[in-house]
């Protein structure tokens, strides 16, 4: 009898064992022991991120500034944290404070109604952070979230390579076809390239898209306004693009190679040109010998519909705070001033294009970055990333279908019908 | 123990934490991707009953391009039985003859499946290098420049490529099923046979090979099964491009799901691949039991 009673206990010790050891951590015991208000927020600024440095001095400034709260970070890999973040939106476990991406991937979490509109609190800040930056973050004319940078799509080229063949940096179309001609000739590769991880082809597709058709005309066709994109400015730039890969303006093998296998012909002095994202400005300064030689412009213009000063980018790194959190003056507040220091600090290590006004020293930030965020200060226009600013489902398509387009499997005409079909679902 | 043998009560207690987690990891989530399947839903918000729609999206969307990843699976899965599961029977055979060294050749040949396979991944993308990979490098040397390719991009090529080092990965693996199974089979029969006159080969071929059936039917299970649920270095060579040449249900499914947030349509993918295994595993073991008779 006594070794079934024993029996039935240690079964049962098992079973409340696995049971409780995966219960869930919500956000609503906030007050620790000694008063303090504890506020958790996740981000993706890893420990290898350049933006690490900037969350934790930033932290620490908000800890000095309100001792009364304690700010607790935690960072997680980012292609990962896109599976966790949707998750703990789907079982109600968003921490107080957290790091999203603005535009269509934070739409559905808008709309599930877990995130606090932060109209309230921006009235403080507006002074500091333009409107302008926030339009990812604004839902159906509603605040959602801060930001801290801007990053744009940008062309990098190798100054020195440039002067060895007499040339100066492409301000249109045509010019960068007369570019490329030159140095097919030399045998030098023009425009680094990355098919593999698709987004770089997209960087360089959505700028030359931007720049034929404007930025109206193009948010409007991709977030379905009334806009087809079966048209002739769209169908022009799937034409440029085809024009660069048949001529051989992008690294051989491109389809194979990742993005950091491109970059590093671009930084090793291998091909001459790169577009992409602003954070390469910060990546050359590290990577590259001669960091000297090498030099930013913004994307030719390809069409009157598009001025140089339009920018393919925008403010996409987004706090939004919990619309559960137990104390939610203090999480939104937090959420600014973050965002506000986080701006400085990265700006100043070079890792990011500031969102929030400079009232600081910023002699010591790479020429690059700086260059980059006096280009961007004079911007007319930001039209974010197409498989950020799209739903997630039609910018799968579109980055399947410029893999197509590139392998020569559609052809211009084709991907522009292509694209018009998914975004007229 | 016989007591608590008949007592019901400690059977189904002693069952539960085992019976509990199966429950809980396996069999549940399967009937939950199988209602998944039927919603189209973004994993977040709330789905709409949609009924068999993902299922005859599967099978009719020239875009999505299911069938096309389920003909890559099951070429994998071809020649994983009629390509690599012959070299790890020889491998087997060869090193259960008793030959010097025996020891050291079996870990050797089963060491790529104990290397994580993200390494075995970036191993295989610097060999299929277009610039300073092994492989143009030597085609270059030996004057066949026009062989060379890039390798991983090509969309003629890149299936191929991916299979080499799945197919290369696993040969361990089976060998050391078939070793094992070889190394139970009763010496004196092969000597009986010797005495008889018999060949290695004969002996193989006749006494051996019939002797380990049940092995060679698992192993065929295994190589076919991990055919269709192949993932792992796909992912990390060419993640199914380029223009989803490469693509199979898995990467397609997990695509679907994480990059285009469609919750619905990567279930039905994922209850395709279950129900293909069991079809599969059932089928094969239905066929060797004819042969069997």
Redesign the interface.
């Known amino acids: 009898m006594k070794k ?1 009673l024993l ?2 206990l240690l ?1 049962l010790v ?2 409340t064992g ?1 049971l409780t050891g995966c219960g869930g951590s919500g956000s609503q015991d906030s007050k620790a022991e000694d008063g303090k208000t504890v506020l958790k927020m996740w981000t993706i600024a890893t420990e290898s991120d350049s933006f690490h440095n900037a969350y934790v001095k930033a932290i620490e400034d908000y800890e000095t500034a309100h001792p009364d709260v304690k700010i607790e970070m935690e960072s997680f890999e980012n292609q990962s944290y ?2 966790k973040l ?2 703990a ?2 079982a109600n476990e968003l921490p107080d404070i957290f790091y999203t991406w603005g535009g269509g991937f934070s739409k ?2 808008v ?2 109604g877990k995130v606090l509109a932060l109209d309230d609190y921006y009235g403080d800040y507006k002074a500091e952070l333009p409107q302008q930056a926030l339009n990812n973050a604004t839902y159906d004319g509603k605040l959602y979230g801060t930001t801290y940078t801007t990053p744009v799509s940008m062309m990098f080229y190798n100054k020195a390579m440039f002067e060895e063949q007499g040339l100066k940096a492409p301000e249109t179309w045509d010019e960068l076809k007369a570019v490329c001609q030159k140095f097919i000739d030399a045998g030098i590769t023009p425009i680094g390239m990355s ?2 991880d ?1 987004w770089v082809l997209a960087m360089t597709h959505d700028a030359l898209t931007l720049k034929s058709a404007g930025a109206e005309k193009t948010a409007a066709a991709l977030t379905k306004d009334g806009q087809s994109y079966n048209d002739a400015d769209f169908l022009a730039s799937a034409e440029k693009l085809q024009e660069l890969i048949d001529m051989g303006a992008f690294t ?6 990742s993005n950091d296998e491109a970059a590093a012909t671009f930084t090793g002095g291998k091909s001459a040109m790169f577009i992409t994202g602003s954070w390469l400005g910060g990546q050359i300064f590290n990577d590259a010998e001669n960091a000297e030689n090498y030099d930013v412009v913004p994307v030719p213009v390809c069409s009157d519909n598009a001025k140089a000063t339009d920018f393919m980018g925008g403010a996409i790194d987004t706090l939004m705070v919990n619309a559960d959190t137990a104390d939610q003056d203090a999480a939104a507040t937090a959420a600014f001033e973050i965002a506000r220091s986080v701006s400085k600090y990265a700006y100043l290590d070079g890792a990011g294009i500031a969102a929030w006004a400079k009232d600081y020293d910023d002699s010591g930030v790479n020429v690059l970055t700086k260059k980059i965020a006096d280009y961007t200060a004079d911007a007319t226009s930001f039209t974010i990333w197409f498989d950020t600013l799209m ?3 039609d ?3 579109y ?2 279908l410029l ?2 387009l ?2 020569g ?1 559609i052809d211009p005409q084709g991907f522009a019908e ?1 694209m018009d079909a998914q975004l007229s679902k | 123990m016989d007591r608590v043998r008949r ?1 019901k ?2 059977i189904v ?2 069952m ?2 085992a019976t ?2 199966f429950l809980t990891i396996i069999i549940i989530p399967i009937f939950m991707s199988g209602y998944y399947s039927l919603l189209d839903w ?4 709330k789905g709409t009953f949609v009924g068999l729609q993902n299922y005859i999206e599967l099978f009719t969307s020239k ?1 999505a391009g299911f069938t096309k990843t389920l003909g890559n699976a099951i070429l994998l899965a071809v020649l994983s039985v009629f390509i690599q599961l012959p070299i790890s029977l020889v491998l087997a055979l060869v090193l259960a003859k008793g030959i010097k060294r025996e020891r050291f050749f079996v870990s050797a040949f089963f060491v790529p499946v104990l290397i994580s396979t993200v390494v075995i991944g970036q191993l295989w993308t610097k060999i ?4 300073y990979g092994i492989i143009n490098v030597v085609l270059q040397n030996l004057g066949l420049e026009s062989w060379c390719r ?6 003629n090529t ?1 299936l191929f490529a991916v299979f080499v080092p799945i197919l290369w990965q696993y040969v361990g693996y089976h060998m050391l099923l078939l070793y094992a199974g070889i190394k139970s089979v009763d010496p004196v029969l092969r000597e009986a046979a010797k005495i008889d006159g018999a060949t290695e080969w004969e002996t193989s071929w006749h006494v051996v090979i019939p002797m380990i059936k049940p092995v060679i039917r698992m192993c065929v299970i295994f190589a076919v099964v991990g055919s269709l649920k192949a993932f792992d270095l796909i992912y990390v060579l ?2 199914g ?5 490469s693509e199979v249900p898995s990467t397609l499914m997990v ?2 799901i ?5 919750y619905g349509f990567g279930s039905a993918i994922a209850i395709m691949i279950i129900f293909l295994c069991f079809f599969f595993a059932i089928m094969i073991k239905k066929f060797f039991k004819v042969e069997e008779e």
Do not use: C
């Not at chain 1, 051989?252 to 190679?257: W, Y």
């Open positions: 079934k029996s039935v079964g098992m079973t696995m896109k599976t949707k998750s939106v789907a559905s979490f709309e599930s098919v593999k698709t051989d093998g491109a389809t194979g190679l739903d997630s489902e910018a799968g398509e980055l399947a893999q197509e590139y392998s499997n292509g | 007592n009560g400690a207690l002693f539960l934490p509990l987690l973004d994993g977040i918000t875009s299929y290098n277009p610039e890039t390798w991983l991009g090509d969309q890149a060419t993640n491009g380029p223009a989803h040449a695509n679907m994480f990059g285009r947030g469609r």
